[in-house]
């Protein structure tokens, strides 16, 4: 079982940048080719998509919320993405998660259900 290590997050107001981290641990480089996906969790509601990209970064998916605020990446060969949230408002708050895919699914692979492993989760709390 692989756990993804997350960083990042915080208390920040609104309109401020945040960026979160998840590294795959894979010491061996036998992990192979994947696709890291970021998901949140407000306080009482079911985890949400939030973006997602694939190993080389030829494709990226956002949901509608955080389209054109927030940027997803990813570093393949130092295992380490990252999720670069810009002009956070309040309902942006939630827990962060962080998943990997090693089907190479197509399209936005939006559901938790497709990914495989996952961090822990970083609070963001984004204060008006």
């Known amino acids: 079982q692989v756990q993804l290590v997350q960083s990042g997050g915080g208390l920040v107001q609104a309109g401020d940048s945040l960026r979160l981290s998840c590294v795959v641990p894979?010491?061996?480089?036998?992990?192979?080719?994947?696709?890291m996906g970021w998901f949140r969790q407000p306080a009482g509601q079911e985890r949400e998509f939030v973006a997602r990209?694939?190993?080389?970064?030829?494709?990226?998916y956002y949901s509608d919320s955080v389209k054109g605020r927030f940027t997803v990446s990813l570093n393949f060969a130092q295992n380490t993405g990252y999720l670069s949230m810009a002009n956070l408002k309040p309902e942006d708050t939630a827990a962060y998660y962080c998943?990997?895919?090693?089907?190479?699914?197509?399209?936005?692979?939006?559901?938790?259900?497709?990914?495989?492993?996952w961090g822990l989760g970083t609070q963001v709390t984004v204060s008006s």
């Open positions: 998943a990997v895919e090693r089907r190479q699914m197509r399209g936005p692979a939006a559901s938790a259900g497709d990914y495989d492993f």
């Open positions: 894979d010491p061996g480089r036998t992990f192979g080719r994947y696709a």
């Open positions: 990209i694939t190993w080389n970064g030829g494709e990226t």
